[in-house]
T-cell receptor, first 117, second 115 residues
Framework: EAQVTQNPRYLITVTGKKLTVTCSQNMNHEYMSWYRQDPGLGLRQIYYSMNVEVTDKGDVPEGYKVSRKEKRNFPLILESPSPNQTSLYFC????????????????FGNGTRLTVT | AQTVTQSQPEMSVQEAETVTLSCTYDTSESDYYLFWYKQPPSRQMILVIRQEAYKQQNATENRFSVNFQKAAKSFSLKISDSQLGDAAMYFCAYRSLNTGNQFYFGTGTSLTVIP
């Protein structure tokens, strides 16, 4: 089954304790990205990647790190989480390139509800 | 960066009635793609419908259709014969063909379906 697998689904941590949210897709998508969803703000992009070893900042990258060592994996790292990073996080992937691939939608993981106390 | 605006934070509709959710966007690009996503309480993000900007014909998917007005930069979603299962948060999204194939999202519209 084609899917984006994101773990964990729920995470409660304390300020300053490093954490990683994993994301993996089995659709051979070049494009992967991370979003955070907050009430009234919609989905805001944190980081994105257009291919292996290529990552770029989105709109809200501060306090986050990513890596793309393999095409299928795109983990999100919070080196020193703070309470303002309490949010719902989504990983997503898509085809990219020319022609018909452009109307490829984003495929989302099931989300990670992160609480930082 | 492109801006996507959903001006209706909340909407409600009677079961079996029709509702239209609005979305506008700001862009200088001539070609791009537009999407509507549904997020039910399970928080899963589900693709509802997509539209290519170069196509004049409005996309339809069963009870869901769009009214795409390119000149007005408007992309509204019409839900016909509303069902209880349509209750969800709906997000409009814009995909750029230029800036890294980026997706830009609106702030969402929460739809309530009244039995």
């Amino acid at each position: 089954e084609a899917q984006v697998t994101q773990n964990p689904r729920y995470l409660i941590t304390v300020t300053g304790k490093k954490l990683t949210v994993t994301c993996s897709q089995n659709m051979n998508h070049e494009y992967m990205s991370w979003y955070r969803q907050d009430p009234g703000l919609g989905l805001r992009q944190i980081y994105y990647s257009m291919n292996v070893e290529v990552t770029d900042k989105g709109d809200v990258p501060e306090g986050y790190k990513v890596s793309r060592k393999e095409k299928r994996n795109f983990p999100l790292i919070l080196e020193s989480p703070s309470p303002n990073q309490t949010s719902l996080y989504f990983c997503a992937s898509s085809l990219m390139g020319a022609g018909a691939s452009y109307n490829s939608p984003l495929h989302f993981g099931n989300g990670t509800r992160l609480t930082v106390t | 960066a492109q801006t996507v605006t959903q001006s209706q934070p909340e909407m409600s509709v009677q079961e079996a009635e029709t509702v239209t959710l609005s979305c506008t966007y700001d862009t200088s690009e001539s070609d791009y793609y537009l999407f509507w996503y549904k997020q039910p309480p399970s928080r899963q993000m589900i693709l509802v419908i997509r539209q290519e900007a170069y196509k004049q014909q409005n996309a339809t998917e069963n009870r869901f259709s769009v009214n795409f007005q390119k000149a007005a930069k408007s992309f509204s979603l019409k839900i016909s014969d509303s069902q209880l299962g349509d209750a969800a948060m709906y997000f409009c999204a814009y995909r750029s063909l230029n800036t890294g194939n980026q997706f830009y999202f609106g702030t969402g519209t929460s739809l309530t379906v009244i039995p």
